[in-house]
């Protein structure tokens, strides 16, 4: 799947009233961070006015305003709705700005499961030479997972975590940004609608019927190898959240040699459930490697690595929660935003033909 035009040029508002600075504000946060379009505002009436910069940490100069007409004014011929939201439904009150965006020329990005393309009167509105993008799409052709991937001699890395939206894309995309800074060549799999989104390709895998998801993520796993000195798969929730079903079918579609192991500092429960624990750290990583080799039917993955997301932290504080991670589960533990990838590099370097 490739993207339909959010590259360079694309001027985009990102509608994420209510929101902002909230971790389900993901692919406003990647968009910004990583995507190639230029983002002309941040549509959000409950912060409309304030610095995007300030209440995220994330750089822009593309103003908060409080609704599609300001966005629309501004120059914004997309309106790319940038939350993930547990569901994956449109809050209702949001229709008027989808209907509105359309009235006033702009495509519609939808990351969402509920289809506008088959929104009747939302797609009699849009302008001819305009287009909704609807994210969470199957793929065609698809087949069931058959092992292909374990045939690879060349690195496969997943990442793998302990909540939903807890940093998984941001250290994969960290980590293929420093590994092609020294040269290699990194294949990258997206597996969701914000790295979709920002890469202009993958697969939506919580939009595919369950017989094929690993298959899916089988066939990008092959299709990226190609030419590639390493494999990064984004990894989707946790093995833990009572919500996530993703988790076996990356593992099995990628065959993962290694595992990328991302964590919020200090979080100890599932943040939609709160009644949901997050299993000591030490366990989760033994048993992200115990299903990846299903009781030595397959080969086991190795740890390397812990990404440590601290976003919510002082850099003080930051660097006391990476020093004692570090410490107690004996693995490289850096917040590859803070800190960069240098330790997550260092820790490849062995499974990694020479450059």
């Given at each position: ?13 990102l ?7 909230d971790?389900?504000a ?14 002309v ?16 940490g994330?750089?822009t100069?593309?103003?908060?305003v409080?609704?599609v007409?300001e ?6 011929e ?8 547990l ?13 509105f965006?359309a ?36 793929p ?6 058959s092992?292909?991937a374990?045939?690879?001699s060349?690195p ?8 939903m939206?807890v ?9 293929m940004r420093g590994l092609?800074?020294q040269g290699?060549r990194?294949?990258?799999v997206?597996?969701g609608?914000?790295?979709i989104?920002?890469l ?7 939009g ?20 590639a000195?390493?494999?990064?798969i ?15 079918a ?15 500092a ?11 624990i997050?299993?000591?750290?030490e ?11 299903c ?7 190795v740890?390397?690595?812990?990404a ?6 002082s850099?003080?504080?930051a ?8 410490t107690?589960l ?14 997550f590099?260092?820790a490849?370097?062995p499974?990694m033909?020479p450059?």
């Open positions: 799947m490739t993207a339909r035009s959010l590259g360079a040029g694309s001027k985009v508002a509608l994420c009233h209510g929101y902002t600075g971790t389900r993901k692919l406003a946060n990647t968009l910004l961070r990583y995507g190639k379009a230029d983002v505002a941040i549509v959000d009436s409950a912060c409309a006015g304030q610095s995007f910069d300030a209440l995220t994330i750089p100069a593309a103003p908060i409080a609704t007409r966005a629309a004014d501004l120059g914004a997309i309106l790319v709705i940038a939350v993930a939201l569901g994956g439904q449109i809050p209702p009150e949001w229709r008027t700005d989808l209907l965006a009235d006033a020329g702009m495509s519609i990005v939808n990351p969402m499961h509920v289809r506008l393309e088959h929104d009747d009167e939302l797609r009699s509105r849009i302008r001819e030479g305009r287009w909704i993008w609807d994210l969470r799409v199957e065609e052709g698809l087949q069931p997972a092992g292909r374990l045939g690879l060349i496969r890395i997943l990442t793998v975590g302990t909540d939206a940093g998984k894309l941001t250290a994969a995309i960290e980590l092609e800074a290699r990194v294949g990258f997206a597996t609608q914000v790295g989104c920002a202009g390709r993958g697969i939506p895998l919580d595919i019927r369950v017989d094929f998801a690993a298959g899916a993520v089988e066939s990008e796993v092959m299709r990226e190898s190609e030419r000195d390493c494999v990064l984004e990894g989707q929730g946790a093995i833990c959240h009572p919500s996530a079903s993703a988790n076996l990356l593992i099995r579609g990628s065959m993962p040699t290694h595992l990328l192991f991302v964590h919020r200090g979080q100890t429960r599932i943040r939609s459930m709160d009644w949901a997050i299993p000591d750290l366990r989760m990583i033994r048993l992200y490697e115990d299903i990846a080799a009781a030595g039917a397959f080969p086991k993955p740890t390397f690595a812990i440590l997301n601290t976003a919510h932290m850099p003080t504080e660097e006391d929660a990476v020093r004692s991670t570090e107690s004996g693995l490289p533990t850096a917040d590859p935003i803070r800190h960069g990838v240098g330790k590099i260092a490849l370097a499974a033909t450059a």
